[in-house]
Nanobody, 115 residues
Framework: QVQLVERGGGLVQAGGSLRLSCTASRNLFSINRMGWYRQAPGKQRELVATITSGGSTNYADSVKGRFTISRDNAKNTVYLEMNSLKPEDTAVYYC?????????WGQGTQVTVSS
């Protein structure tokens, strides 16, 4: 019931910035929570940041102060602004939505940070 389209992955040097976007097929107010997860090779998928329909945000400790999650309700789009990137941020980043107790996922976008 929710389709997610991600954009913005790519290659960046350490210390650089990158902006990811995720556009949903439903109005954001109808989605309980949207967020970003990431998964590096050989590791578990981990939570990066979330934003609720009411605008509350949460961040993983590893990205606090460097990443910012935001939304544009008119565009049904959630963003992840990533600053001061580190090589350990390298992963596939996935957009996630919770709607009527079900989880929906984007296709994932690769972020690679070189040293």
């Amino acid at each position: 019931q929710v389709q997610l389209v991600e954009r913005g992955g790519g290659l960046v040097q350490a210390g650089g910035s990158l902006r990811l976007s995720c556009t949903a097929s439903r109005n954001l107010f109808s989605i309980n929570r949207m967020g970003w997860y990431r998964q590096a090779p050989g590791k578990q998928r981990e939570l990066v940041a979330t934003i609720t329909s009411g605008g509350s945000t949460n961040y993983a400790d590893s990205v606090k102060g460097r990443f910012t999650i935001s939304r544009d309700n008119a565009k049904n789009t959630v963003y992840l602004e990533m600053n001061s990137l580190k090589p350990e941020d390298t992963a596939v980043y996935y957009c996630n939505a919770i709607f009527v107790l079900d989880n929906y996922w984007g296709q994932g976008t690769q972020v690679t940070v070189s040293s």
